[in-house]
């Protein structure tokens, strides 16, 4: 149960520009749906290296288009991997062949056997095209499922690194989110759980070979999850902007993110309208595009943790391990700094964090994304989900055991650490 810290019905609304053309989305993503590659060698060959350039269908009422997209891979055998409820309310099969195969078997942050379970039905079934409809969870069963290879023992070896094993004759992806945060779509990673263990797969293979992203899709999606996913994008876009790995491109799309989600979060839980939700998703694919560059940091090591034990949400977890970080951060950033690009780089970097948060020194940055947690409508000490001073030192453990951790633009030693989030309790 997340508690509300304040009215859902509450909050006055972004200054945001109305709904865009479709010309001006297909620019403003960068993308267009320009080509649809036949099979993911030939979508990985094609991508250039600022990825995320997985072809792209981006617009409201665009869902239909998943018909044609699916025709253009072989003779449609379509497995079909996505809850019941996001299938219902997507209405997506309407517009899949008669005689789709379903996978449903997963649960919110999919555990190893689900997906194991649907690598099974994959080798099976051996479908044309997989395609997954719903939120992070069912875009991870669904990376997985098609790209992971036969037999127990190369699926756990691909989980442990083994990269090399991951299928390069995998049928097509095809992604639809159905609510805007995770990025997944554009991502080149999917997430895994075994026994409260977390494992990450990333490489190019994992990449969607196109994406469908109807804002629309999002329209009843309650808004304390949509919320979530936005400081899921926001944590993405303020990550990625201090990552070790960012360059000049992926801040230039990291910063854009982080200013519209900003405005959003601002304006209040609420349900959204069909102009934030474009807004949203625009910043979703932004946010995403640039962490398939960088990678995310600390706040996602530490929120995987905390999803897992205590079962915060995903994006609320990054947003509530980003408020402290934010502090650390600006205050080690001159004694403690581990880019190599130097503590003048970092420093300079931070004040643009702050300047895109809105305040005007990176000190005042936790501060302002504190406010902005609770004006999406979430308590904002971790204490308020059931995390005890007992469970920090675990938290910590498992926090800093995540290679996430070291893509921290200074150093984070585990006692540090700890008095951070025992003074975030
Ligand atoms: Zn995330």
Known sequence: MIP?????????????????????????????????????????????????????VFGTGRLPEVAGIVATHGTGRVLLVGSDAAVRRSGIERFLPAGT???????????????????????RYQPDVVVGVGGGSAMDAAKLARVLPPGDAGRHAVLHSDVGLLRTDAPALVLVPTV?????????????????????????????????????????CPPAVAFS????????????????????????????????????????????DSAARVHIALSAIRAGRAIDVTRTTAAHAFAYPTTVRF????????????????DHVASLVE????????????TARLDEIASLLGVEHPKESAHALESLV?????????????????????????GLGSVRAGNLPVRLPPDAALTALRDRL
Not at 106 to 115: A, E, G, I, T
């Open 4 to 56: 509300a810290a304040r009215d859902e019905s509450t909050g006055g609304r972004p200054a945001l520009a109305g709904a865009l053309d479709r010309e001006q989305l297909g620019t403003a993503t960068g993308y267009r749906t320009t080509r649809l590659c036949r099979s993911a060698a030939e979508a990985e060959q094609a991508r250039p290296e600022l990825s995320g350039a997985a072809p792209q």
């Open 229 to 272: 996913c936005v400081l899921d994008a926001l944590a993405h876009a303020v990550e990625s902007y201090w990552s070790l790995r960012s360059t000049a491109d992926s801040r230039a799309l990291a910063g854009e993110a982080l200013v519209t989600l900003r405005q959003i979060a601002a304006g209040g839980r609420r349900r959204l």
């Open 374 to 398: 609770a004006a999406a409508g979430f308590a904002t000490r971790l204490g308020m989900y059931g995390v005890t001073g007992a469970d920090t030192a675990a938290i910590v453990g498992d």
């Open 180 to 220: 805007s945060g995770s990025g997944s779509e554009v991502t080149r990673f999917a997430t895994v759980y075994d026994d409260g263990r977390k494992y990450s797969v990333d490489h190019a293979r994992v990449l969607s070979t196109v994406s469908i992203v109807d804002p629309d899709l999002a329209a009843t």
């Open 311 to 326: 079962g915060v949400p995903h994006g609320l977890a990054c947003g509530l391990h980003l408020i402290w970080l934010l």
């Open 335 to 346: 004694t403690d700094c581990v880019d190599p690009r130097g503590a003048e780089f970092v």
């Open 101 to 123: 195969r379903r996978f449903n078997g997963f649960s919110p942050n999919p555990r190893l056997q689900d997906v194991l379970d649907g690598c099974d039905l994959v080798a």
